[in-house]
């Protein structure tokens, strides 16, 4: 089963993140596609937005999981439509937020992405637990 690492990586400190998230996947027996990991590297340098575009889209596609990190005041919109896009196609969609700010006390992040999700985790350690849990038992069709 392959996972998505979805998340912000416009520093270390978030692709630092992504890759603990990722290592916590493929504890859990998934394979995983990290966009700044797995994009080729023609497509970076130079840049060439429509090609990331198209393979970020074709690792989506072929995703099982996806697991989305949420944190900050607003999530990333990269990441909200990585996660609109594969909603639609009934993936499996768990998020993790770890940020302590709240913008109503029952909801933790934006409603659209936080009702969209198969599972909420607020820490890399619940994360960890929910992956090796559900491992191969998760259900791809909105399960």
Known sequence: MLAYIAGPLFNEGERWFAERI???????????????RDTPAEFVHPRNPAAIFRSDLEALERADLIVANLNGITSDDGTAWELGYAYARGKHLVGIYTDWRLTFPEQVTNLMLECSLNRLTRSLAELERYLQETGSDIDCERG
């Open 22 to 36: 990722c290592a916590l996947a493929e504890a859990a027996g998934f394979e995983t596609f990290l966009p700044h």
